[in-house]
């Protein structure tokens, strides 16, 4: 059964880090490109951060970029975003996705994602 699987989320304090992990389980992660969006109270979902399979190209998005780190690891089947600096406007739900289908400047469209997993709250408040 193809499963991804969200952790590291939290409740952490402002300026904080956290370090979110994305495993998958029943298929071999390295295959796909990995996007990581994330979704607030009463907003759309939007991409945070991408990696491409092949190359290791990665994208952010302007609101992360230079505090977010995404990586990943083939052997362990995980792809990990270390978020530093953290802001309460990080405050969401972030999921992790795969993707055969975007790259480059489609990176973060949410409809080029096959299969998702079931999130995890990241919460920054003092």
């Known amino acids: 059964q193809v499963q991804l699987v969200e952790s590291g989320g939290g409740l952490v304090q402002p300026g904080g880090s956290l370090r979110l992990s994305c495993a998958a389980s029943g298929f071999t992660l390295g295959y796909y490109a990995i996007g990581w969006f994330r979704q607030a109270p009463g907003k759309e979902r939007e991409g945070v951060s991408y990696?491409?399979?092949?190359?290791?190209?990665?994208y952010y998005s302007d609101s992360v970029k230079g505090r977010f780190t995404i990586s990943r690891d083939n052997a362990k089947n995980t792809v990990y975003l270390q978020m530093n600096s953290l802001k309460p406007e990080d405050t969401a739900v972030y999921y992790c996705a795969t993707t055969a289908r975007a790259y480059g400047s489609s990176w973060y469209r949410t409809p080029l994602y096959d299969y998702w997993g079931q999130g995890t709250q990241v919460t920054v408040s003092s």
């Open positions: 990696i491409n399979r092949s190359d290791g190209s990665k």
